[in-house]
């Protein structure tokens, strides 16, 4: 069964920065196009940050400048380096692989990890 783990979150300042890791297991990692969402309370869930197993990268207009998402294949590993944190930043962020092949959908998630952007 396919494993995502998110590790990273955690209590910061507005302004700091975090870096998010996710790390997947029993799937073949390099495939998949992984991205970043995020909730907050009382909020949809947004689409973050993406990139391809191209390595194709696309933010949603308020990071952009201010968020990078990069992969590392040989560690199964996808990272979220978020600086500049706004408190608007606060929420849970998920990771998500999700690849389609022969008509059939491949979507994974992991559970999440917090974000919250205090003074």
């Known amino acids: 069964q396919v494993l995502l783990v998110e590790s990273g979150g955690g209590l910061v300042q507005p302004g700091g920065s975090l870096t998010l890791s996710c790390t997947a297991s029993?799937?073949?990692?390099?495939?998949?196009?992984m991205h970043w969402y995020r909730q907050a309370p009382g909020l949809p869930r947004e689409l973050v940050a993406s990139?391809?197993?191209?390595?194709?990268?696309n933010y949603t207009e308020s990071v952009k400048g201010r968020f990078l998402i990069s992969r590392d294949n040989a560690k199964n590993t996808v990272s979220l380096q978020m600086n500049r944190l706004r408190p608007e930043a606060t929420a849970v962020y998920s990771c998500?692989?999700?690849?389609?092949?022969?008509?059939?959908?491949?979507?994974?998630w992991g559970k999440g990890t917090q974000v919250t952007v205090s003074s």
């Open positions: 990139i391809t197993s191209a390595e194709t990268t």
């Open positions: 029993r799937m073949a990692f390099s495939i998949y196009n």
């Open positions: 998500n692989a999700y690849f389609k092949g022969n008509g059939v959908v491949h979507d994974f």
